[in-house]
């Protein structure tokens, strides 16, 4: 059985992720290749309560280490529970957010660094790499203004701040899209840069260019 294709979807809050994996996940399936969907923090069991720690404590100051070691854990319960037994079945696996979120929100954000991101993820995710990860990443302004809006939005709907990243002062979320960059710049071939004031259609296309000329049509997922 061929190894299935492995993408991540990247960016800042608000970047919409979720819209393009809705529209991802439809064309391939029109295409006859229904995709595994999944997001990080969360879809296993484990994964939801650790995501339940990790989003909803916004007066718990957890450790940056603790926050990333949460992050890791989570990551390798859906491994094992769902990407490798779904790509050991050939199948393709959308991910909403990997590890280049914990380099990019860890790393940068909280000034981990990118060396002790890195060195865990090969402890507990051993070789596991995405085949494409596609970054949606404007501006730094219109990065920061979609992930305000997108927290006024939701805590005008809920009452409440949804978590404890979408309030984070501008100087996080400026780190986190700088290590975006720097992540893009020295992983060309794997990360594929979805940049400027784009729409949703035209985003969506370049998402699908990148993954039929990556990914859909190369021997490996033949
Ligand atoms: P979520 O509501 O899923 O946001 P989004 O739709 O933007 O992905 O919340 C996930 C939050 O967790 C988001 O703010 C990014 C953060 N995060 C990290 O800080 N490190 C990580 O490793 C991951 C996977 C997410």
Redesign the pocket.
């Known amino acids: 059985m061929p190894r299935g294709v492995f993408i991540t979807l990247e960016?800042?809050?608000?970047?919409g992720?979720?819209t393009q994996i809705k529209r991802l996940a439809a064309w391939l399936t029109r295409r006859g290749q229904e995709p595994v969907l999944l997001?990080?923090?969360?879809s296993t069991a484990t994964g939801d309560r650790i995501?339940e720690i990790?989003?909803t404590s916004h007066s718990v100051a957890i450790a940056p280490m603790a926050?990333?070691a949460l992050?890791?854990a989570?990551?390798a319960q859906a491994i094992a529970e769902v990407i490798q037994p779904a790509l050991d079945a050939g199948r393709i696996v959308v991910c909403?957010?990997?590890?280049d979120?914990?380099?990019?929100?860890?790393g940068g954000?909280?000034e981990l660094g990118s060396k002790v991101v890195l060195d865990m993820h090969r402890l507990i995710c051993g070789g596991l790499q995405p085949d494409l990860t596609l970054l949606l990443l404007p501006g730094f302004a219109a990065s920061l203004n979609r992930?305000r809006r997108?927290n006024d939005r939701v805590e005008a709907e809920t009452g409440s701040s949804?978590?404890?990243?979408?309030s984070e002062k501008d100087a996080f979320f400026r780190r986190?899209w700088e290590k975006y960059r720097e992540i893009a710049a020295r992983e060309p071939d794997r990360v594929v840069l979805i940049e400027g004031d784009l729409s949703i259609d035209e985003v969506h296309e370049q998402i699908v260019e990148a993954v039929s000329e990556r990914i859909v049509t190369s021997p490996k997922s033949a």
């Open positions: 960016g800042l809050d608000g970047s992720k979720t997001r990080q923090p969360g995501r990790l989003l926050e990333m992050m890791f989570d990551r909403d957010r990997f590890t979120s914990t380099e990019a929100y860890q954000g909280r992930a997108r949804e978590g404890r990243f979408e986190a």
